[in-house]
């Protein structure tokens, strides 16, 4: 025992009220299960039965997560973000809404349950598949669940829906039928992207772009077979054949070619190659195709772009039979590249599709599903293409045949932005097919009216999202594949023709309700009563059911239809959507666009609304290199190693003395959910998310540094009854300083949760722990809470103050580490408990307008600089070993006569704030003779925040040691254990009670506690 715990336990332990808390300095594992049900379901539950359902309602929809995988730290990112925005909402008094889901169709957990059960590629048949599928789907929403929850994720997580469910299904159903019956659903031959690898048509949403994707890329040129007058009769140009040039990066795409295009407002030249005779370029292109060809060009003639309208070519692929094609004006058409002519294949590009659309050209895709050439890619002789894959081998057949034919001018490699498949990872085609689509184009311009009255977090997101609205004219939503809702579509045995009206869907809806949707496909195919009665023609070939299913984004998108449409469209409206930023293209988009058709097929003529007031996105996740994500760098973070605590080294365990060494397992600093939630709360979700060690850590230290805080708190209000605060005005300055601290703290917090800056919240929570609770007052008053009469009105004073710092500082972390608030709850003593609502349950009010002392703020940085200069005397003392304890030292300052707070807040204040045992104040220059005649003293200078300069003395005590508080206030003609005057008169109050302490253990741990 050290010779401080055997004098206290002699003697005067028993007079002080040191802190007592059971609060633990670190959560009991076992003990975690118990907090999280209490401040997630019983939370939510309970607000969501004690706040009446017409009173100010919350409503955040969820944006469902893809039922293929396990959870990875992206997920944490969004989940937690939802849940501490529903948590500040509930502080707000609103009553909550929160219902979570899950997106379960679509081709990765197609292929994902098929791959689990070695089944890829084997001929199952859509009903195997779909069951296959939809039990991955199931198990996998379970498992994601769990997982949520454990992050402390508070919801309705028994009412959860699935876009797999019957219910959600039909009204998916409805809002297709809707856009049907007014005419926003077509079917149409035309190019769309196509993922050979998965064999199915892709949204734009569907897609990644890579920017280091390499094509082969060929300078082509076709002979022309009908030109201009000016052409013709151009003495250096007519005579020998003359070649339109073309540049392609899709060689493959050539057996399609329907068209060369040019720009009108560019000037062509004809001329002269010696070793391929005379071409047609752009003028601008000279230059770009020499370099090519790697030989001068000689100009043999020029012509406008308008001039070469009425030109046509022989084709390079098909039959010789005399047939040419045009040479056709298009807008795209630019000299940024190529050759300033462009080749068009209306089967294999948007841009020529619509072109060619103009001017009655017909598009041909002569490609399979599986991205391979038919016969019908070369007639002449299909087995030079036929069967070869278009971006491999067959490809290179091409670029082998023009070059046989004489019709390659020059081939290289070309790296440049190329669309993927997001799901294979492959790259995708464009092909031609017969595909069902949304008309985006009749709806776009409501959409983007319906944003204006949206807010976007951050503002960024409304012009991404306008972007993508705008710029979209059709929507591809069928698919090729069986695990999906399906498109109730019809077609003729004998012609194929499809039928898609509002009777035809209608009847197919009302043979799902009864038969269920996988009757689609398990019904016998002539099953009648699949066709209405207006098309059932015993004579005739009869109607087949459709085989495609939607797009997985208008299953998603119509998740608003969750909404309970009671009152209108308002009704179908959430306060907030909170997604990725890639969520522009994907389910924010689809969602608007499918509530947009609604509300015309409701009859809305003007004030379209989206389905979500506030838009929020958050970037993705990085390591702490800024690095993606990848297994194959292996810098994968996993949420749960951030909450049990394997990011960062292991703990250092202190051993006994005498102890053998034994290998031990190591173990964490495992700090559970709110270690994973304070990261989340703590970054700028607005932008990419960076993680790694160094924020984990400083993650963990803030944590412990709340636990701390709490553990401080709950002891020094362990005898505190809330009936016996002491009003503000009684208070002492450090406290009004303190109350003003946290009272611009509280304000930083609540402007940042209402802005959804959380991040800017645990920055100021993180100061104020710090600066201002731990370095300022919680120093500065543990002698008036140890040692100061316990009902007297300076302890009081300090437990007012620190009651009103625990109860905002519960409010204002609740919503962001509601484990580490609920534990703290746990341990507060009853009579306060008794006094206060549950602090996750309160609402949250705005700090007393009082505490914002004009005085104190304007005067709270002379004392702070004061009190710096004397840190720094210390700590320089101690480095001497002339001090230990600030109480071992006194402090005089001279400051100027203008600068009043120091006289305001007289000697005694002045003591406790730089926990010193004794202040005198003097102006000047004047050095007083305790410091001249001090056995050692120090002396500094601090700058005011008017520009004056301030001195300060920090030297040895003049008086002895008080046995009870260790300040040096003790005249020395008194005994050595002799007590101060504050401690005589506390002891004397507490006589016959202030006897020696009988628990020694006891009194030894309080002394100790007292020293730290």
């Given at each position: 025992m050290s010779?401080?715990?055997?004098s206290?336990?002699?003697s005067?332990s ?5 802190p ?7 959560i ?5 299960a118990k907090?999280?049900q209490?401040?997630?379901?019983d939370l939510y539950?309970w607000q969501?039965r004690?706040?009446?359902a ?13 039922a293929?995988?396990?959870l ?8 937690i ?13 609103k009553?909550?809404e ?15 349950a098929?791959n689990?059960k070695?089944?890829?590629?084997k001929d ?12 991955l789907?199931?198990e996998?929403v379970v ?5 949520f929850r ?13 876009t797999?469910?019957?219910e959600?299904e ?5 809002v297709f039928l809707?856009?049907v019956d ?13 993922s050979?690898?998965t ?11 890579r920017?280091?994707?390499?094509s082969?890329?060929?300078l082509v040129?076709?002979p022309?077979?009908?030109m ?7 003495p250096l140009?007519s005579?020998d ?13 050539l057996?399609?070619n ?11 030249i004809?001329?002269q190659?010696?070793r ?13 195709v020499?370099?090519?060809l790697?030989?001068?060009l ?12 009425s030109?046509?070519y022989?084709?390079?692929?098909k039959?010789?039979?005399g047939s040419?094609?045009?040479?056709i ?5 630019t ?15 948007m841009?020529d ?14 490609v399979d599903?599986e ?5 019908a890619?070369?007639?002449s002789?299909?087995s ?10 067959g490809n290179?057949?091409?670029v082998k ?5 004489g019709?390659?001018?020059h081939k ?6 190329y669309?993927?498949?997001w799901?294979?990872k492959?790259?995708v085609?464009?092909r031609?097919?017969?595909?069902w689509?949304a008309d ?6 409501q959409?983007?009216?319906?944003l204006l009255?949206?807010r ?5 997101g ?18 090729q ?19 898609l009206?509002?009777e035809s ?8 309700k009864?038969r ?12 009648i ?7 059932r023609d015993?004579?005739?070939p ?7 299913t939607?797009d ?6 119509t998740s608003?239809?969750?909404?309970k449409?009671?009152?209108g ?6 306060d907030?959507?909170l997604e990725?930023t ?5 389910w924010?988009?689809?969602s608007?666009?499918?509530?947009i ?8 003529k003007?004030?379209?609304?989206a389905?979500?007031k506030?838009l929020?996105?958050h970037?993705f996740?990085?390591?702490?290199a800024?690095r993606?994500m990848?297994k ?12 049990n605590g394997t ?11 005498g102890?053998?060494?034994?290998p031990?397992?190591?173990v ?11 990261w ?5 979700y ?7 060690q160094?924020i984990?850590k400083?993650?963990?230290?803030s ?5 701390v805080?709490f553990?401080?708190?709950l002891?020094a ?5 809330p009936?016996?605060?002491i009003?503000?005005e009684?208070l002492?300055?450090?406290d009004k300083i ?7 703290l509280?304000l ?9 800056e ?5 920055t100021a929570?993180?100061r ?5 609770f731990?370095?300022?007052?919680i120093?500065?008053i543990?002698d ?8 007297g ?12 710092i625990y109860s905002?500082?519960?409010s204002?972390?609740?919503p962001?580490?509601?484990l580490?608030?609920?534990e ?9 408990k008794s006094?206060?609502?549950h602090p996750l349950?309160r609402i949250m ?5 009082k505490?914002g ?11 702070a600089?004061?009190n710096a ?10 480095v001497?070993?002339q001090?230990?304890?600030?109480l071992q030292s006194?402090v005089h300052?001279n400051?100027?006569?203008s600068?009043?707070?120091f006289?305001e807040?007289?000697t ?6 730089f926990?010193?045992?004794s ?7 004047e050095?007083?003779?305790?410091v ?13 925040p008017?520009g ?6 920090i ?8 046995a009870r508080c260790?300040?040096?206030l ?13 401690c ?6 507490l006589?016959?009670?202030s ?8 009194a030894s741990?309080a002394?100790?506690?007292f020293?730290?």
């Amino acid at each position: 025992m050290s010779d401080l715990s055997r004098s206290l336990a002699r003697s005067w332990s028993s007079t002080l009220k040191l802190p007592k808390s059971t609060f633990p300095a670190r959560i009991a594992a076992a003990e975690q299960a118990k907090y999280l049900q209490r401040c997630t379901d019983d939370l939510y539950a309970w607000q969501r039965r004690q706040r009446p359902a017409d009173s100010a309602q919350f409503v955040l929809h969820d944006g469902p997560p893809y039922a293929n995988g396990d959870l990875h730290i992206g997920h944490a990112l969004n989940k937690i973000l939802k849940d501490i925005i529903c948590r500040v909402q509930l502080a707000k008094g609103k009553r909550v809404e929160y219902i979570p889901g899950w997106d379960c169709h679509g081709l990765p957990i197609e292929l994902k349950a098929l791959n689990s059960k070695n089944q890829v590629g084997k001929d199952l048949g859509p009903a195997n598949i779909r069951a296959i599928a939809r039990q991955l789907a199931e198990e996998t929403v379970v498992k994601q669940m769990k997982g949520f929850r454990e992050w402390g994720v508070m919801g309705d997580w028994e009412n959860h829906w699935k876009t797999m469910d019957k219910e959600f299904e039909m009204r998916q159903l409805e809002v297709f039928l809707e856009m049907v019956d007014k005419g926003l659903i077509y079917r149409r031959y035309k190019p769309v992207y196509w993922s050979p690898s998965t064999g199915t048509a892709l949204a734009e949403a569907e897609l990644e772009y890579r920017d280091d994707h390499v094509s082969h890329a060929a300078l082509v040129k076709f002979p022309l077979a009908t030109m201009p007058t000016e052409i013709r009769e151009h003495p250096l140009a007519s005579g020998d054949e003359i070649y339109a040039v073309i540049w392609t990066t899709t060689p493959w795409t050539l057996p399609a070619n329907a068209a060369i295009a040019v720009s009108k407002d560019l000037n062509y030249i004809i001329v002269q190659s010696e070793r391929h005779g005379k071409l047609l370029i752009a003028e601008s292109r000279r230059e770009y195709v020499e370099h090519l060809l790697e030989e001068s060009l000689k100009v043999l003639m020029s012509v406008a772009g308008t001039s070469l309208l009425s030109s046509t070519y022989r084709p390079l692929f098909k039959d010789t039979d005399g047939s040419c094609q045009p040479i056709i004006a298009g807008d795209f058409v630019t000299d940024e590249s190529g050759s300033g002519l462009v080749h068009c294949a209306p089967g294999h590009g948007m841009e020529d599709y619509e072109v060619c659309l103009e001017h009655g050209l017909s598009a041909s895709a002569p490609v399979d599903g599986e991205g391979r050439f038919t016969d019908a890619a070369m007639p002449s002789s299909p087995s030079m293409l036929s069967g070869k894959h278009v971006l491999n081998e067959g490809n290179k057949a091409v670029v082998k045949y023009l070059e046989e034919e004489g019709r390659l001018l020059h081939k290289h490699k070309y790296k440049h932005k190329y669309p993927y498949d997001w799901r294979s990872k492959l790259p995708v085609i464009i092909r031609a097919t017969e595909q069902w689509f949304a008309d985006v184009g009749d709806i776009r311009q409501q959409a983007v009216s319906a944003l204006l009255n949206v807010r976007f977090v951050p503002q960024s997101g409304k012009a991404r999202l306008e972007a993508f609205v705008k710029n979209r004219s059709e929507w591809c939503i069928s698919r090729q594949r069986a695990w999906g809702v399906p498109i109730p579509a019809l077609y003729h045995r004998g012609t194929g023709e499809a039928v898609l009206t509002r009777e035809s869907v209608t009847h197919i809806m009302d043979v799902i309700k009864q038969r269920g949707i996988d009757a689609w496909w398990t019904d016998n195919e002539h099953d009648i009563a699949w066709i209405p009665p207006s098309l059932r023609d015993p004579a005739g070939p009869g109607y087949a059911r459709g085989t495609d299913t939607m797009d997985v984004w208008f299953d998603s998108g119509t998740s608003w239809t969750q909404m309970k449409e009671n009152d209108g469209v308002e009704s179908t409206r959430s306060d907030m959507y909170l997604e990725g930023t890639d969520q522009h293209r994907g389910w924010f988009q689809s969602s608007l666009l499918t509530h947009i058709a609604h509300q015309l097929a409701k009859g809305s003529k003007g004030h379209f609304k989206a389905p979500f007031k506030t838009l929020v996105t958050h970037g993705f996740t990085l390591d702490h290199a800024g690095r993606k994500m990848s297994k194959s760098i292996g810098n994968i973070v996993h949420p749960h190693e951030i909450m049990n605590g394997t990011l960062l080294p292991p703990l250092k365990i202190k051993k006994a003395k005498g102890a053998k060494e034994k290998p031990t397992a190591p173990v964490y600093d495992a700090l559970g959910p709110d270690a994973l939630r304070l990261w989340v709360a703590g970054s700028d979700y607005t932008k990419d998310v960076v993680i790694g060690q160094p924020i984990l850590k400083a993650t963990n230290g803030s944590l412990h540094k709340y636990r701390v805080t709490f553990r401080l708190i709950l002891g020094a209000l362990q005898d505190f009854d809330p009936k016996n605060q002491i009003p503000y005005e009684s208070l002492r300055a450090t406290d009004k300083i303190a109350l003003s601290q946290l009272r611009s703290l509280v304000l930083a917090c609540q402007e940042a949760f209402s802005n959804l800056e959380f991040f800017k919240a645990v920055t100021a929570i993180n100061r104020w722990a710090n600066a201002d609770f731990s370095a300022f007052y919680i120093e500065s008053i543990k002698d008036r809470l140890y040692a100061d009469s316990t009902d007297g009105l300076s302890r009081r004073a300090a437990q007012t103050t620190i009651f009103h710092i625990y109860s905002h500082l519960q409010s204002i972390l609740g919503p962001l580490v509601p484990l580490l608030v609920e534990e703290s709850w746990e341990h507060t003593p009853d009579v306060i408990k008794s006094a206060v609502d549950h602090p996750l349950r309160r609402i949250m009010v705005p700090p007393d307008p009082k505490w914002g002392n004009l005085f104190l703020e304007k005067s709270y940085p002379a004392i702070a600089a004061a009190n710096a200069a004397v840190k720094m005397m210390q700590e320089t003392a101690r480095v001497k070993k002339q001090m230990g304890s600030s109480l071992q030292s006194y402090v005089h300052l001279n400051v100027p006569d203008s600068v009043s707070v120091f006289q305001e807040l007289g000697t005694a204040e002045l003591a406790d704030f730089f926990v010193v045992s004794s202040v005198t104040l003097g102006s000047g220059s004047e050095v007083p003779h305790e410091v001249e005649n001090a056995e050692w003293s120090y002396e500094g200078q601090f700058e005011l925040p008017s520009g004056e300069m301030g001195k300060a003395w920090i030297y040895t005590p003049v008086e002895g040691k008080c046995a009870r508080c260790w300040r040096y206030l003790v005249p020395e003609s008194m005994a050595e254990d002799a007590l101060c005057q504050r401690c005589e008169d506390v002891v004397h109050e507490l006589e016959p009670n202030s006897s020696e302490a009988s628990n020694t253990s006891e009194a030894s741990e309080a002394a100790s506690s007292f020293s730290r």
